[in-house]
Each structure stands twice: as C-alpha cells, then as structure tokens.
C-alpha cells in the first residue's frame, strides 16, 4: 500500500474514533443498594402488586376519551392510517403496540418497586417496562424503542415520570402517529388503598397542537398473578396475500368445509 494512502486511513481512523470518544455519554452506573435504601423504598406508597383497568370502570376506560388535536401534517396522516386500518396491523403480524397505548390495555398489569428502579410487567405481549428513579440522565439521543427511556422521581406521593426516544412504528393514540419529538409525562398515585390514579401527557410540537392529557383508574387484585401471554400460540390474526388483515373466528376443533 502507498505509504501516504497509508497514513492518510490510520488519520481516518484516529479522527473518528476520537469524534465517537468525544460525542460518547459516559454509563451510568447504579451504586449497589444499601439497607438504607431499602428502608426508604418502605416508605413510600405501595404500588407493588397486579393492577387492571376496571371494564366499563371510571378513568376512560381502557381507551380515554377524546381525540388529539393534531397539527394539519398529521393530522392528513391519520387519515391516511384510518383508511388503510384494514390492511396489515401490528396486532395481526404480534407486535406490541407501545406507549402509551400499552398502559391502556384490558390486561393486567404487576408492578414491582425495588430500589432505584420501578418495573412494570404487562401481562398483554408478555411486556416490561423499566422506569429508573436511580438519579440517572435522561440520555440526549436515546435509540428509540416501543416504551421508550423512562426516568422517574418521587414527588411527595407520586411518581412522576418522562419518556423519551420512541420507535416510530407506535401510535400515540389509535390510529394516530407521533414524531420524533415525542414526550409522554405520566403522574402515578394512589387514590386509596386498591385504587391508582394515573395522568399521562402527551406532547408532541409536531404532531400536536396542544398536550393530549388522559387520566386512567386501576383497580389493585391482591389474589391475582400475571399469566403468560404467548401472541403466536393459536394467533388466529392473518394477513392475506393482497395484504389485508382478518381474524379467524371458526372455534378450534371445528371442521370447516361443506357437510
């Protein structure tokens, strides 16, 4: 190899290597906990155990009242999705559909607070959410994900959490879009001692003309687990070859045909 050419690919190398170095955050590292951290986590509210949105129940339901007022871009594109709603879904093909519309499904919901971290396991696709109260950043260029980055702090007795980073094949309301730009405020509480209160807002300066606030109501079931959730066992979801989604509703073990 050319000894100039050579050099000039190591000078390459060495000024991208040193322009990842530079734009690289630095880890977060969570201290192990300690019996003090474990003591404070008893004082706050208990939110620990398996939660559902009650049907027919205050709050909205599992789908919140109203619409998002969305910016005209947006709002043409909405239109767009409800007219193709036919076609190829995320629930024909099992993909979960993310936040926040995975907070609002008619499934159960356990949450588990350990410290420096609340983790929600959802029952509908077999989901987990991590939400970090361990003092950690929210990152600047999270990679987008179907939940997003989760950072959460206590405030008095809620917690109030802020996601970030959203992959752009989830809907911030059915059959709605989001950008990129994305955040999602949610204030957890407790109303009484079986009863959770959680506000969720949305804002997104591009696909919204102003924050699209909802409040949901979740009952506790101190006697319930979280059951398995396989969406591919018996997935009776089908997408045809012109590319239209359907549902098989023939009962399992019922011959079909002519008799």
């Not at 036919?86 to 499934?107: K, Q």
């Not at 059951?227 to 070859?241: K, L, P, T």
Request: with cysteine; aromatic share 8%; glycine share 8%.
């Amino acid at each position: 190899m050319n000894a100039f050419l050579h050099r000039a690919i190591l000078v390459c190398y060495a000024v991208t290597a040193f322009a990842f170095t530079a734009n690289a955050q630095t880890p977060f590292k969570r201290p192990p906990p300690t019996p003090a951290d474990w003591a404070a986590l008893a004082k706050l509210p208990d939110l620990t155990g398996v939660w559902e949105i009650p049907m027919g129940g205050p709050g909205g339901g599992f789908f919140p009242p109203g619409r998002p007022s969305l910016t005209p871009e947006y709002a043409a594109k909405a239109q767009a999705l409800a007219a193709h709603a036919g076609e190829d879904t995320s629930s024909a093909n099992c993909v979960p559909p993310g936040m926040p519309m995975i907070m609002g499904e008619p499934y159960p919901m356990e949450f588990l607070l350990t410290p420096g971290q609340v983790t929600i396991v959802i029952e509908a696709f077999s989901m987990v959410r991590h939400i970090y109260t361990d003092g950690r950043p929210m990152p600047s260029d999270p990679d987008p994900t179907y939940f997003g980055t989760s950072i959460g702090h206590w405030d008095g007795d809620t917690l109030v959490v802020e996601s970030v980073g959203f992959s752009s094949h989830t809907e911030l309301a059915m059959r709605v879009p989001h950008s990129d730009k994305m955040r999602i405020l949610e204030k957890f509480r407790l109303t009484d001692p079986d009863t959770m209160s959680i506000e969720t807002t949305v804002i997104d300066p591009e696909a919204l003309t102003a924050p699209y606030i909802s409040t949901r109501t979740l009952k506790r079931h101190r006697s319930w687990t979280i059951a398995e959730y396989v969406c591919e066992d018996n997935n009776r979801n089908f997408v045809d070859q012109n590319g239209k989604a359907g549902i098989n509703l023939t009962p399992p073990g019922t011959k079909t045909g002519k008799p």
